[in-house]
Structures are given as C-alpha cells and as structure tokens.
C-alpha cells in the first residue's frame, strides 16, 4: 500500500490522502452560494494551518508520534464592529482562474518544496491563494506583542504568528475568535507572489508555495476558490417528496471532499463557521450550535445563513441541507408540560400514552400550529433562538442525572463522578452544570409540506421523550440543540446523524393512520439509534473509520436500551422485547453472513495494523468503496451481538452505568477498540478470570468472518422467547388456513371456520412474515386474509417489506401494488426487493422492477442505482 501514490479508483479502498501528519487544518471558514439553476455550489473556504512540530520532509526525515486526541479549539468575544466593516468580497479576491497543472508537469518541478496535500474530489478549483492576515487591524489590535510588517522586523514571520496566537486563543474567548477568524477570511491574498500552484487528481488537491521546504515555513492561511460539480459524489441534488428543488449532503463513502477540500483522516480535528446563500424561499440547514437568522444579502432573492461550531470535529461529519422545508410545530399536551413544570420524572410524563390517540382528527390538525405551513425563513419569530419550540423545550430542562436513579457503580476506585475532561481545550458541554440538568435539549423537525403532519404525529411526538431517554442513559448530551430534517425519498438510509441535525428516512414515518403506540415503533427506535450516535460516532469517534463498530454497533445497542426507556417498560416488558429484537437481528446477520465475501464480515479489517498510518499521515478506508458494503450491516449487528454479549458477562445495569463511565472518560476523543475493551476488562476484573482477554475478544469477535459461538448458543434461548412462543402458535393457523385451501379447485368452498389471530407488535409481525416466508407454498387466499387480517399495506416499513418479499415469492399479483408503492416510496430499504423480483424470471415481476426503476432512477441515492441497474438492466 502506498497512501501517497496515485491510487487505482477501480480499487474499493477510499484514499485519505491529506498528509495530517505534517500540517493540520485547525479552523475552516467557508463562504458558498447554493445555485440550483446549474447544481452547483460556489465560493470559498480559507483554511487555517498549524505545522507539526519535529517534521522534515527530506527522505529519512524525523515525525512526531501519532496522536489521537482532538486538537485544542479556540475562542473569544464578539467583536462585531470590526466585522461590519470589513466589505471585500470573496468574488473579487478570487480573481481570474490560475491553470491547474498537468501531472507530469507537476512532479518534474517541485525541486524539493513541501507540498500541502488535501483531500478532494469533484471540484472544480480556480485558485489557491495565500491569505494576508496581517492587513487585519483587529489582529494588530488584539496580538500587539507581534511584530508587523510595518515594523520592519524580519526576523520573525509575524504571518505565522498572528494564526498560531488565534489558533492557540483560550475557550472562554471563542466568540471573539471566531470573529477574527471571520475577519481574516476577507483578508486580501498576500503581497509578493500569494497566488500558489496547485495540482488536482482524482482524489486530492495539491498545493506548493515556491521555495518553501517545510510545513513550518508554508503559509498558515489559505483561500481555496472553487465550485462543487452537479454530480459530485458529496453532494445530493434532487427533488423533495413537494416535488421542489433541493440538496444535501449525502453522506457518501467519500464523505465530505467534494464538498470541499478538506483532511479527510479522522485525526484531523477542527473548527469551522460557514456563511451560506441560498434562494430566499429556501431553509439552510447545517451543523452549527445556534439556530441560523437568516439575514439580506443585498440582493432580495437570496438570504444569508450563518452557522458555526466550536468543538473539534472531523471534516466528515460537516452536513448541510438546502430546500423548501417547512418547520412542523406543534404544542405540548398540556399533562406533559404540567408534569415537566412539576419537576416530574420526564419519562414517565412523556411514555406513550392513550391521551394523544383519543384526540379527534381536528384536534390533532389545529396542534400542528398555524405556522406549520408556512416556509421558516427571515423572521426572527420562526427561525430565532426563541421560536416556540425552543420556547417550549426549555421547560423540560430542569433535571439531573442522578432524578433518573441511575447510579454510578464504584468500579474499583477507577473513576469518580467528577467530570475532568481530558481532552484539548474547547467549550465542552460535560462540565456545564446547566448542561448537566438538560434532560431535553432545543429541537426542530423539518420536512415537505406533503408529510408535515406525519412528522408531527410521529418525529415531533417522540423527540422529547427520546432526548430525556437518552440522558437519562447516557447522561450529558454533547450538543446544544438539534434539527431533525426529513429528507428526500432517495436517501440511502433509515437516518444519519451529525453535529446538531438528524437527517431521517421518510421510511421510519407510519404509513397508516399514526396514533397507536406500534405504528411509532420504528419511527422511536431509528430516532434512539440516531440521537445515540451523539455520544458514540460524534463527540466519540472512530480513530481508523475501518472500525465502524465502533459507531454502528454501540448506537444499535444503545436504541434499544434508550427506546425502552422512553417507553417506560418494565424490567420484564424489556426483557422481552430485547430478546425479540435480538433473534430477528441474529436471523440478519446469519443470512448476511452465508450471502458475502468473508472479507467483508471483519469487524477489524486491518487487525494489528489498525490505527496506523503513512509517514505523512495519509491512509485508506478498506473496503470503502466496495459496492456491496453499503448495503451490509455486519458492522451494526455483530457490533450490537459482541456488546449484548459483553453485558451478558457483567449484568445489564453494570454495563449501562459503564458506559457513562466511558463517555465521561473518553469524551472529546478518537478512540480504537482496545481503548474501550481494555477499559471494560480493567473495571470488570472477573471477566479475566472467565477466560475473556483482550487477545480473545479479537480472536472471537472482531478479527475473524463468520459467528462467534455464544452467538449459537445464546439464539437458540432467544428463539424460546414469549414473544417469539406466541408469533410461532400464530404461523401454525396460517399454515394450516394455506393447507385447508389447498386441492379445492372448482369445488364449491365450504364455510371457514373463524380463527382468531392474536394481537402482534410490529417486531412479532415482522417475525410472522419471516417465517412464513420459509414456507414453500402459501394459498392465495391466505396471503389475502394475511393481509386484510394485520392490514400489513398500512404497517411501518420493516413490517411492510417483509411483506414485499412474500407477495413476490407467492407471485401474489393482486398486491404487486404494494411492491410498487415500497419500491418508489422506502427506497432506503428496496434494494433487495428488485433483486428478488428479478431472480423469480417472473416476466411480470421482472417487468415490475424495470418499472419501478424507470420511475425512480433520477432521484437514486447513486450507489444503490448502480447496483440495482445491474440486476434490472
């Protein structure tokens, strides 16, 4: 492997090619316009670089070790004078476009310089330019000790030195900060020769200053001018289920980089603020801790978005969404704003309860609030920090972790309740006292018209409950406030999280008449595993992105723990349906693990090796762009199995009151597998004495294909279940209905006796189907009663797939509209679907799928289109 060569794009590695162990972004600032008439993304971004100490590029040269903590995040008071009148344009600096170099051209005259290589990909860049920090007088003013150009002092290179006292500003001082940084994005580029070369390839951006041969001696601020491509693998240009023109970012396998260049690796933490202009009628959604006002640019068609962020993150989680979405507001049932008022237990105020579903449709329509149908935007009413939600929310922030009785086990004297951060310096949440008590943080839920009052009655309702839930387990949330968008139906995905917004599949909204507890299912429990990656994936992150267990596996543990506790069930009622969602997952992951590459079923690709990366600090992603693996949740599944095995060892309430333990500890860090399990194994001495080491939990779990043996034994107990008992007493009535039709021909049918079917959850429905699909036959009219019976066109899309998969096994003709109906509207969820009606060589399935794809191929996530083409076409 050689992560600083060319790589092969045909190869299903992702390149990291930023060299972060030579020089590290510590801020960006980016300044874009959203144009839909073209699909693309303009502007700029300027980059704040901090060299690595102990760093020589010459061959044999020194690097310092590797490190894993976030770097320090500065910050400072406002200084809004001085940014009000700063009025050079980003358009103007930019300039006329410099050529990009051919490649040969590029390697044959570097003559020994460094060269600042970043991570890029789809962009079209005009001109990379060194930025002239030292012409800001609020610099001058604020950093008097360095010398100016004007002094005459050439000794030092006061450049390098305003950005590194910036960078280097204490967290109490981060709005002042954050308004120098602003400042001197609109800095003119540097005097003498600030125009730098620069060289593209498929993966990277390449830049040079001549004569320059260190990190140390190269430009601290950059300004990068560029525009994103139409088709640029970051960035997501569609239509909303309105019909109407918008974009996201995707969250692709090549993350960020043709968003903007960036350092990819995870290592690379920074900071970043964005100024975003958009069409006046749209919304700018974007990781950022306060809302956005939008403001007037000058030009009454487009407004203006600000958003900031102030803890360390790596590129890959910036997100940001652009259309016509609408805020679905409603008002908090008088009984729970009482109870929460009253200092209640917020779980138990907000458990789901009968007194929402006896509302009449035109009590449930007049809560979604007058405003719910009009665009947020420009008014401080709707969109600033004291809209009605955020109003609203506030009143349930009033209690603690220890309300929830949640106690802190004494793990061997290891870690106390204190909260001694160990992370680098930024503005962190965990030692607020006010954040601390913040059961339930400020919230939004956005979406098209058409679903705003499914995102009411299902997103918006259990929002709430969801984020105490969460405290309640995990304790502090790490963010301040949080949007939830419900995005296009092309998505790829049930939900994905970032820094304070959750982008959720129109997939986990109740396809029937929402009201009932099951028909929120999985709309609770996708909103659990989301607001769980809060803790595990963001503000803890994955040190090598190859252990996606890390992330996946701990948040799919963590929703059911969190969504049980919403509920409010009981120790049994949990149990219960803990066991149930296990023996489906165990079943998914057997069937994924017979149908791939073994390759493909590690947890820890890259093994002992993990974590490490070139001398530059550059690497590869394995199997990253492996077309299968976005469609495989080996890393969620067995994740979730090694960590359910783990509580087995040390009793379910012990591991949960570990990982607050954990999160106290390793917050604010990047992380690999050993650091939790050793952790774990110290805490928990008995576990050595079971035989359970570091070296056997690689062994067993995380370094080979295939299942790890407790996973057999532990499956057969989870298939003796209640739950379970009770769905397989309900597949005997069904397989004896099929049989009783069976061989009646033309005969004149006899009178049915009546069955009575029980009652399921939407989890045993899903078991239903399941194993009715192991049956070789099953009688047209008992598909039809199946379906009248359990009104399975209406059940949420878990329930409503399995469905799918039945009527195209049985090529049940009459229901191939509800194939139709998931094949365009759960396209998150059916791509396996048109495999299955393609293999049948039915040539009315197969005429199915081709249509379906005819219908929905332009609005494709592009990595499932690809793979669904090559099964259809």
């Not at 001058?140 to 004007?150: C, N, Q, T, W």
């Not at 609030?369 to 401080?380: D, R």
């Not at 009655?457 to 939830?484: I, N, S, T, W, Y």
Request: with cysteine; proline share 5%; net charge negative.
């Amino acid at each position: 492997m050689d992560p600083d060569g060319d790589l092969n794009p045909d190869t299903d590695d992702l390149p990291l090619r930023a060299n972060t162990n030579h020089i590290l972004v510590k801020h960006y600032v980016l300044d874009l316009t959203v144009h839909f008439d073209s699909k693309v993304i303009s502007g700029s971004i300027v980059l704040f670089l901090e060299p690595r100490s102990g760093v020589r590029t010459e061959a044999g040269g020194s690097q310092d070790g590797f490190t894993s903590r976030y770097q320090e995040v500065d910050a400072l008071e406002d200084d809004k004078k001085e940014l009000e009148t700063t009025t050079t344009k980003v358009e103007k600096m930019c300039g006329d476009a410099e050529s990009i170099q051919s490649s040969s051209l590029w390697h044959t005259t570097s003559g020994g310089e460094f060269t600042l290589v970043l991570d890029c990909c789809d962009l079209d860049v005009s001109k990379v330019e060194e930025v002239d920090v030292t012409s800001v007088e609020a610099m001058l003013s604020r950093f008097p000790e360095v010398p100016s150009k004007k002094s005459g002092d050439v000794s030092r290179k006061p450049q390098a030195a305003f950005i590194q006292n910036l960078i280097s500003m204490p967290s109490s001082q981060w709005r002042q900060q954050h308004q120098l940084f602003s400042l001197c994005s609109h800095a003119p580029g540097a005097q003498n020769g600030s125009t730098l070369q620069f060289h593209r390839d498929r993966w990277s951006l390449q830049v040079r200053k001549n004569g320059v041969t260190s990190p140390q001696e190269f430009p601290c601020a950059l300004r990068i001018c560029y525009e994103t491509k139409p088709a640029g693998g970051s960035v997501r240009w569609t239509k909303d289920q309105d019909n109407r023109v918008c974009v996201y970012t995707a969250g692709s396998p090549i993350n960020n980089r043709a968003l903007f260049p960036c350092q990819e690796p995870p290592v690379a933490m920074s900071t970043w603020q964005a100024t975003v202009r958009a069409p006046s009628e749209c919304v700018v959604l974007m990781s950022g801790e306060e809302q956005a006002v939008p403001a007037e640019d000058g030009d009454t068609h487009f407004l203006t978005w600000n958003y900031y962020v102030t803890m360390p993150m790596p590129a890959s989680t910036f997100t940001l969404a652009v259309g016509h979405w609408q805020q679905v507001t409603a008002e908090i049932p008088p009984e729970l704003e009482k109870g929460v008022r009253d200092g209640t237990d917020c779980g138990k105020t907000a458990k789901l309860g009968p007194e929402y579903g006896q509302w009449t449709e035109a009590e449930r329509v007049s809560r979604l609030g007058s405003s719910s149908s009009e665009v947020v935007k420009g008014s401080p009413l709707q969109t600033g920090s004291r809209d009605q939600t955020t109003c609203v929310d506030s009143a349930f922030c009033y209690s603690s972790l220890e309300d929830e009785g949640l106690s802190v086990t004494d793990y061997s004297g290891m870690v106390d309740d204190g909260i001694s951060c160990s992370h680098g310096d930024y503005p962190c949440r965990f030692t607020e006292r006010s954040a601390c008590s913040q059961r339930v943080i400020p919230h939004r839920v956005f979406s098209p018209a058409c679903i705003l009052q499914k995102a009411q009655m299902g997103v918006l309702k259990l929002l709430p409950q969801c984020l105490a839930a969460a405290h309640a387990v995990l304790g502090v949330h790490p963010f301040p406030r949080l949007d939830v968008l419900i995005v296009p139906a092309g998505f790829s995905s049930l939900g994905m999280a970032s820094p304070h917004i959750i982008f959720l599949s129109q997939s986990v909204l109740s396809a029937g008449s929402p009201g009932s507890e099951e028909s929120l299912s999985l709309c609770g429990s996708r909103i659990c595993h989301e607001i769980s990656h809060s803790w595990f994936g963001l503000v803890i992150g994955a040190r090598d992105w190859t252990e996606e267990w890390i992330s996946e596996g701990f948040a799919t543990c963590l929703e059911d723990i969190i969504w049980a506790q919403a509920q409010q069930l009981s120790l049994e009622e949990k149990t219960e349906q803990f066991d149930l969602k296990a023996l489906l997952r165990w079943r998914r992951l057997s069937d994924e693990l017979q149908n791939s590459k073994e390759e493909l079923q590690i947890l820890r690709p890259n093994m002992e090796k993990t974590g490490q990366v070139s001398e530059s600090g550059s690497s590869t992603v394995k199997h990253a762009l492996n077309p299968e693996k976005p469609f495989m949740q080996v890393h969620y599944l067995k994740g979730y199995f090694l960590l359910r095995f783990l509580a087995s060892q040390v009793g379910e309430q012990q591991f949960i009151e570990f990982f607050q333990l954990f999160v106290k500890k390793y917050h604010g860090h990047l992380i690999l597998s050993q650091d939790f399990l050793q952790m774990l194994l110290i805490s928990f001495p008995d576990m050595k004495r079971k035989g359970l080491t570091l070296s056997a939990i690689y062994a067993d779990w995380l370094d080979q294909p295939g299942i790890p043996k407790w996973l057999y034994e532990r499956s057969a107990v989870w298939s003796q279940a209640r739950l379970v008992e009770e769905v397989k007493a309900e597949v005997v009535k069904w397989i004896l209905l099929s049989q009783s039709h069976h061989g009646k021909g033309r005969k004149r049918k006899r009178m049915e006796p009546k069955v009575n079917y029980k009652e399921l959850t939407s989890d045993q429905l899903v078991m239903l189907l399941e194993l009715l699909l192991e049956e070789s036959e099953l009688s047209v009219a008992s598909l039809r009663a199946l379906q009248r019976t359990y009104s399975l066109q209406n059940q949420d899309a878990e329930v409503r797939h399995r469905w799918c998969e039945l009527v195209v096994k049985h090529a049940y003709a009459q229901a191939y509209g509800d194939v139709e109906h998931f094949l365009i509207h759960d396209q998150a969820m059916g791509v396996y679907l048109y495999g299955e009606l393609m293999v049948q060589e039915d040539p009315e399935q197969q005429a199915l799928a081709r249509h379906c794809l005819s219908l929905v191929q332009e609005e494709m996530d592009q990595s499932a289109r690809r793979v669904v083409e090559e099964m259809v076409l």
